[in-house]
């Protein structure tokens, strides 16, 4: 059964880059897509973007100029990057498996990031 | 503000048939499928239903989606406590939106 493990700080500064990975253990980062959702605290969910192992990604429009999404099939992992941070970008962030047939059906546990001073 | 509308709430009894509604346009919703998520109090979301109305494994069949144009619709029948939870819609989106949307979700409360 896979399972995604999301990773990296709690806390981020205003302006700076928000950085996570998202580690995949009982699948292969080498099938499916792989992909990173968010929620802010009290809110829906929002899909940021997905990638494929071979390093094609799709990003969410509203977020094309900030966001990068890599992947690191070596590692069986998965990351993404966030420029140019700001409270509006707090919140939880999820990392999913992605796949035509059932969009996300696994999900990590999800790790929530504050942006604040 | 989703791109996919969903009634902020909902609620039912025990025992009860509850429906909750997702509307969308044609370059989601009208022309791709649609996914139903569940999300318990705390936890990750997780898949309910896929491609309209196919169930994974291990989810109860008193979960049914159906799909009508540019909406589509997640029904409950016998409600039970367990069932508290937020309901999200999502779907592929073929204009600049997207390539996924979701809906703002609805609140499921069990009364």
């Known amino acids: 059964q896979v399972q995604l493990q999301v990773s990296g700080p709690g806390l981020v500064k205003p302006s700076e880059t928000l950085s996570l990975t998202c580690t995949v253990s009982?699948?292969?980062?080498?099938?499916?897509?792989w992909s990173w959702i968010r929620q802010p605290p009290g809110k829906g969910l929002e899909w940021l973007g997905y990638?494929?192992?071979?390093?094609?990604?799709n990003i969410n429009p509203s977020l094309r100029s900030r966001l990068t999404i890599s992947i690191d099939t070596s590692k069986n992992q998965f990351s993404l990057k966030l420029n140019s941070v700001t409270s509006a970008d707090t919140a939880v962030y999820y990392c999913a498996r992605t796949t035509l047939v059932n969009l996300f059906d696994s999900w990590g546990q999800g790790t929530l990031v504050t942006v604040s001073a | 503000q989703s791109v996919l509308t969903q009634a902020p709430s909902a609620s039912g009894t025990p025992g009860q048939r509850v429906t909750i509604s997702c509307s969308g346009s044609?370059?989601?919703?009208?022309?791709?499928?649609v996914y139903w998520y569940q999300q318990l109090p705390g936890t990750a979301p997780q898949l309910l239903i896929y491609r309209n109305d196919q169930r994974p494994s291990g989810v109860p069949d008193r979960f049914s989606g159906s799909k009508s144009g540019t909406s589509a619709s997640l029904a409950i029948s016998g409600l039970r406590s367990e069932d508290e939870a937020d309901y999200y819609c999502a779907a592929w989106d073929d204009s600049v939106t997207g390539p996924v949307v979701f809906g703002g979700g609805t609140k499921l409360t069990v009364l």
């Open positions: 044609s370059s989601n919703i009208g022309n791709n499928y």
């Open positions: 990638i494929f192992y071979t390093g094609t990604t």
């Open positions: 009982g699948d292969s980062t080498s099938s499916y897509y």
